[in-house]
């Protein structure tokens, strides 16, 4: 299957490539969602599942795919995991205050993705530049 040439443009970026990994997240932690809440889980529940299923596949994809990062070795694995730890704590915090605050006026659905806008524009820059950075000269 040929790939359209403005999508192969968008995708060669690492924006490009980090909004698509993105969106394809998110679709899939909507799902996580929807399917928690049909199974009985709260609000809260649905979007903490939702969020930490979605952080290890994004994690992951985001690495590989959208920084083209395939060193493993544990002097760079294990910084970049304790990086991505802090950022999640941070960003789980976040998400779940602002579900917290506004559970009563807004559908989860929503609130989920309001904190994934806000969050993806600050993981972007610290993913960027300081945690998957492969050094001087390396285009992404």
């Known amino acids: 299957m040929k790939v359209a040439p403005a999508i192969r443009s968008v995708l060669k970026r690492s924006f490009g490539r980090y909004v698509v990994v993105g969106l394809s997240v998110y679709l899939f932690e909507l799902l996580v969602i929807f399917v928690s809440q049909r199974l009985g889980a709260s609000p ?4 903490s599942l939702g969020f930490w299923v979605g952080l290890v596949t994004s994690f992951t994809l985001q690495k ?3 920084f083209n990062d395939s060193r493993t070795h544990h002097r ?3 910084p970049q995991v304790a990086a991505v730890t802090l950022l ?4 789980f915090g976040f998400t779940v205050g602002v ?3 506004l559970a009563a006026v807004l559908p989860v659905v929503v609130i ?3 904190t994934l806008g806000i969050t993806t524009i600050w993981n972007f820059y610290l ?3 300081r945690i998957f950075r492969l050094g001087e000269g390396t285009t992404y």
């Open 44 to 47: 809260l529940v649905a979007v």
């Open 64 to 66: 590989f795919v959208t």
């Open 76 to 78: 760079i694995l294990l």
């Open 88 to 91: 999640v704590l941070f960003n």
């Open 99 to 101: 579900t917290k605050l």
């Open 112 to 114: 989920r993705t309001l």
């Open 127 to 129: 993913y960027k530049t």
